[in-house]
C-alpha cells in the first residue's frame, strides 16, 4: 500500500512561492505496483492525484484539489547500457542526480537546461530546454518510459510498443498518467569550451543567424533599458584543458550572480526608480570569460534568487519583431522589470506537445523578482507573443486556455484521442488541466 499522511501535513508550494494548495493525503509510493494501486483507489473513490516534482514550474501544473503523489522514494531501479549508450531511471530522480550517474559511467545527455533541480519526469513533461541550433527539448532523448494509466494499468511504452502513447506521453504535463520510469539516449561523455562576453544588443541582433550556426548551443541575455546583452556560446572540445578557477567561480556564480544580485532586486523591489541603474550596473559587472568543463557543470548554474518567469517558443524569424515590441512594453510600464530576458534556440521536434513541435524556434523568456508586479508585464508580451504564432512554455506562467492553444499543436487532436483512452475518468486532472487542455 503507498504511504499517506494526512490532510493537515499536505500542504504544498513550488519553488518560486507563487502556486499553494492542500492535498486531501499524500501518497509516497516506493514501486510501480504502489502507483497503480494507489490510482485505482483514487478512481474507484472518485478522486484526483497529481504527481509532484521538485515544484520548478511556475504554473499551477502540479496543484490538486485531491491526492497529491510524491516521487521521491520510487525505486524501480536504474540501468545503465554504456554500449548502447541508454539509461533508465525512476522518475523521480533529480537531474543533478542524474547527471552524477551518467559521469560515473562516462556518458551525458546531449544538452540541458541551466538548472539540474528538476525531476527527470517533470523535466519532460513540461518540455524543459536548453539551447542549441541542433538540438530539441530534453524530451527528444525519451526512447522508452513508463506509465501508470488512470485505470492503473501498466505501460511500457516505446517505438515498439505502444509508439503512440510514447509520442504523446513524453510531453504530456502529466495528463495521461504517472511516469514511474525513463529511458533516455544519452551520448559519451564530453567537455566544453564556454565563452560567456558582453556586447551590443542590435550588433547581437544583425549577426543572430551566423551566430546560432556558429556554435554547438548559444544564448543571450538583455539587460532591460539598456542596449546590452550578455553572449554565452558552449561549444564541444576535446579536452577539458583551461577548468575556471574556483575562486572565479564563486566571485560570478555565486557571489556576483546570486548574493549581490539578489541584494540588487531587493534594493531595486523597494525603490523602483532605481531599477534602470542597477540593470546597466548588472550589464556592465558581467566581463568577458573563457573556461572549460564537463558538461553538465558548464550548462547548469545555481540560481538562488526566487523569480516568477514566463517563456514562448516562437518562430525564428518572429524573435526580432518580439524583442522590438518587448523593449517597447518595458518601456511604458508603470513599474520596473528587475530581472533580464533571456533568448535561447531549439531544433525542430516531433514530440506532439513540444513547444518546438515541426519548427525551429528561438525562446524568449521574461522574468520578475518575487514580490515585485508582473502580471501586466507578462500579459502584455503575452498578447505580442500569441499574435506571433508564440507557444507557451507548459511550465511557465501564461494564460492561454485550451481553445487558443489547440489551433498551436498540428497534433493536438491526437494527443486528446490517447488522454480519452488512457485517463477516461480524468483521475489525473485538476482545474489547471482543464483550462490548458480541456475538461
Known amino acids: 500500500m503507498a504511504a499517506t499522511t494526512p490532510s493537515v501535513t499536505a500542504g504544498w508550494s ?13 501518497l509516497r509510493p516506493t514501486s510501480a505496483a504502489e502507483v497503480a494501486e494507489a490510482v485505482r483507489a483514487a478512481a474507484a473513490g472518485g478522486e484526483r492525484i497529481r504527481a509532484v516534482g521538485s515544484g520548478h514550474s511556475f504554473t499551477a501544473v502540479a496543484l490538486t484539489d485531491g491526492r497529491r503523489m510524491e516521487l521521491a522514494d520510487l525505486d524501480t531501479g536504474v540501468r545503465v547500457d554504456v554500449d548502447r549508450r541508454l539509461v533508465t531511471v525512476p522518475a523521480g530522480t533529480t537531474l543533478r542526480a542524474l547527471n552524477r550517474l551518467l559521469a560515473g559511467h562516462g556518458l551525458a545527455l546531449p544538452n540541458l537546461g541551466d538548472i539540474d533541480a528538476q525531476t527527470v519526469a517533470g523535466a519532460i513533461s513540461t518540455g524543459t530546454h536548453g539551447t542549441g541550433a541542433g538540438y530539441g527539448c530534453l524530451a527528444t532523448f525519451v526512447e522508452a518510459l513508463t506509465l501508470v494509466t488512470g485505470t492503473g494499468e501498466v505501460l511500457r511504452c516505446s517505438a515498439d510498443e505502444h509508439p503512440d502513447v510514447l509520442a504523446a506521453a513524453r510531453v504530456s504535463l502529466g495528463a495521461l498518467g504517472v511516469l514511474v520510469d525513463v529511458t533516455l539516449r544519452c551520448v559519451d561523455a564530453f567537455v566544453l569550451l564556454a565563452h560567456e562576453r558582453p556586447a551590443p544588443l542590435d550588433t547581437v541582433l544583425a549577426g543572430l543567424p551566423g551566430l546560432v550556426a556558429a556554435h554547438d548551443h548559444v544564448e543571450f541575455y538583455w539587460f532591460p533599458y539598456t542596449e546590452r546583452v550578455q553572449v554565452k556560446s558552449n561549444d564541444r572540445v576535446p579536452v577539458d584543458d583551461r577548468p575556471l578557477p574556483r575562486w572565479r567561480g564563486w566571485l560570478d556564480d555565486e557571489f556576483l550572480a546570486n548574493t549581490v544580485f539578489a541584494g540588487a532586486c531587493r534594493l531595486g523591489r523597494a525603490v523602483p526608480a532605481l531599477a534602470p541603474t542597477i540593470s546597466a550596473v548588472s550589464a556592465r559587472a558581467l566581463t568577458e570569460r573563457r573556461y572549460t568543463g564537463r558538461s553538465d557543470t558548464v550548462f547548469c548554474t545555481p540560481r538562488r534568487v526566487r523569480f516568477v518567469e514566463m517563456e514562448y517558443a516562437l518562430p525564428r ?30 531544433a525542430a521536434d516531433d514530440v506532439w506537445l513540444s513547444h518546438g513541435h515541426g519548427r525551429d524556434s528561438a525562446y524568449i523568456a521574461i522574468h520578475q523578482y518575487v514580490g515585485a508586479p508582473y502580471e501586466p508585464y507578462f500579459r502584455a508580451f503575452e498578447e ?34 490517447v488522454r480519452d483512452r488512457l485517463d477516461p475518468h480524468r483521475v489525473f486532472a485538476s482545474p489547471h488541466l482543464d483550462r490548458v487542455l480541456g475538461a
Not at 335 to 342: A, D, I, Q, T
Not at 393 to 410: I, Q
Open 317 to 346: 524569424d518572429a524573435l526580432v519583431p518580439a524583442l522590438d515590441a518587448l523593449r517597447r512594453i518595458v518601456e511604458g510600464l508603470p513599474f520596473k522589470v528587475l530581472f533580464p530576458v533571456e533568448v535561447r534556440f531549439t
Open 384 to 417: 505580442v507573443a500569441e499574435g506571433l504564432g508564440g507557444r507557451p512554455h507548459w511550465g511557465k506562467l501564461h494564460w492561454r486556455d485550451a481553445a487558443s492553444l489547440a489551433p498551436a499543436y498540428p497534433r493536438w487532436a491526437d494527443f486528446q484521442a
Open 14 to 26: 513550488n519553488w518560486a512561492g507563487n502556486q499553494r494548495a492542500t492535498a486531501t493525503a499524500v
